[in-house]
């Protein structure tokens, strides 16, 4: 079956600060590949996504690159910014199935940037 | 142009009570997805409907939940006799009928159970 595994948090860094998330997967077929953003009391926001090997994601300074040779899509930002502060979702949804559009989530990454 | 509207935003209930939660999906999305986040865990996939039709349910409990989107008006998810277990975050997702496009998430509904 699919899987997401994420590095744990809680991450805490100070504002300019490099950010790692490390995100690795077991899919089967073709999974694309997505990092999503909660801020507090909010849904999901789709931060990023990839569709095949190598393809680099980016948004707002973040960056992933989907690696199939190591099954990693780890989020990375030059620059940590206050309003970074929330928890990321590394996630994959697969192809090939009755239900290609169900989303399998890591279990997620609290970040806070401190100023 | 409105994103994913779920009400209600909190709801409270009491052990053996039913809670319905709605999700009125993007206009022009017709497929919506439940998730369920219970706390400190990521999103669990629940089930998957498009109008009139429950395509995949592989991911709700087997007693209790039920969930429908009918041809008019939004999706609910239903959930009888809650127990303090069902206490979560539930949050709807809707898409269009392009496979290509990603899900777009609602603010969420969250269940407490007393």
């Known amino acids: 079956g699919n899987s997401v595994t994420q590095m744990e948090g809680p991450v805490t860094l100070s504002e300019e600060a490099f950010l790692t998330i490390n995100c690795t997967y077991t899919a089967t077929g073709y999974p694309s590949l997505f990092w999503y953003v909660q801020y507090p009391g909010e849904g999901l926001q789709l931060l990023l996504k990839?569709?095949?090997?190598?393809d680099k994601g980016s948004n707002k300074g973040f960056e992933a690159t989907y690696r199939k040779e190591t099954t990693s899509f780890h989020l990375e930002k030059g620059s940590v910014q206050v309003s970074d502060s929330a928890v990321y979702f590394c996630a994959l949804t697969s192809t090939g199935s009755g239900s290609a559009r169900q989303l399998t989530f890591g279990s997620g990454t609290q970040l806070t940037v401190l100023p | 142009n409105a994103g994913v509207m779920q009400n209600p935003r909190h709801l409270v209930r009491r052990r053996g009570q039913e809670a319905r939660l709605r999700c009125s999906p993007m206009k022009g999305h017709s497929h919506v997805y439940w998730y369920r986040q219970l706390p400190e865990e990521g999103l669990k996939f629940m089930v998957y409907?498009?109008?009139?039709?429950?395509?995949?349910e592989s991911g709700m409990p087997k007693e209790r939940f039920s969930a429908e989107f009918p041809k008019e008006g939004p999706s609910i998810l239903r959930i009888q006799q809650v127990v303090r277990g069902d206490s979560a975050a539930y949050f709807c997702?809707?898409?269009?009928?392009?496979?290509?496009?990603?899900?777009?998430f609602g603010n969420g509904t969250r269940l407490t159970v007393t």
């Open positions: 990839a569709t095949k090997a190598d």
């Open positions: 997702a809707s898409s269009p009928i392009s496979d290509s496009s990603p899900l777009h």
């Open positions: 409907l498009q109008k009139e039709n429950i395509i995949d």
